[in-house]
């Protein structure tokens, strides 16, 4: 069994801080941080460049749960948010393709409603590692080490950043396993893309 996961995610419900400086739009009517919705109210909101922004979620499970290794079910899929909450996805999960029904759903578990297929923890990225007892850990970055993608198969466990900008970072000191920084390509590429990319190279 292969994890994956969405590490440090742009993904929480609306800090306490800044919902006061909120107006609730037609359009726009979940507890869900949006940078897009909610700019001006988290201008300044720590690390707001790394957060509200759920849709780099949303699309990277769904290439995760529709890709082959998924399908066989050879893989854990894991979503850590930047709030240290860890959502347990089940392969078997149908993710709403409209983004504004998979914030529902998504906003209903991030407030401890039940879902049989999407579990939530409160779970730092480190203790997740060592629970799921990841043994050999690649952290994608475009600053690693350029490996070719049949390289992955080396590894049993992979970090994503779930945020647009920023860097991952993880304790080294507080986990079991061996951490190696690896990138696949020479440049940038959004999470969603880096997902495919892992989920391919392990199915083939």
């Known amino acids: 069994m292969y994890n994956i996961v969405l590490a440090n995610s ?4 609306i800090p306490n801080e800044i919902k006061n400086k909120i107006r609730r739009a037609k359009i726009y009517k979940y507890d869900i941080l949006d940078s897009n919705y909610h700019y001006k109210a988290m ?29 066989e079910k050879k893989l854990n899929i894991y ?12 392969p078997n999960t149908r993710l709403p393709r409209n983004y ?41 970055s ?16 992979f970090l994503i950043g779930g945020f647009p900008y920023g860097s ?8 079991t396993g061996e951490l190696k920084d690896i990138s696949i390509y020479d440049k940038g590429l959004m999470a969603w893309t880096v997902c495919g990319i892992v989920c391919y ?4």
């Open 10 to 13: 742009a993904l929480e419900l």
């Open 142 to 157: 475009k600053t690693g080490q350029l490996v070719k993608p049949s390289h992955l198969k080396n590894f049993d466990t």
């Open 100 to 140: 504004f029904r998979f914030l529902g759903v998504i906003e209903k578990v991030l407030k401890g409603e039940r879902n049989p297929l999407i579990k939530m923890e409160e779970k730092t990225l480190e203790d997740l590692l060592n629970d799921i007892n990841a043994k050999n850990i690649a952290l994608m």
């Open 79 to 90: 979503v850590h948010t930047y709030d240290d909450k860890v959502l347990t996805i089940d």
């Open 43 to 71: 201008k300044n909101l720590k690390d707001r460049e790394m957060r509200g922004r759920p849709d780099i979620v949303h699309i990277s499970l769904l290439n995760i749960l529709d890709s082959p290794i998924n399908h």
């Open 201 to 204: 190279a392990l199915s083939f």
């Open 168 to 175: 991952l970072v993880v304790n080294e000191d507080k986990i």
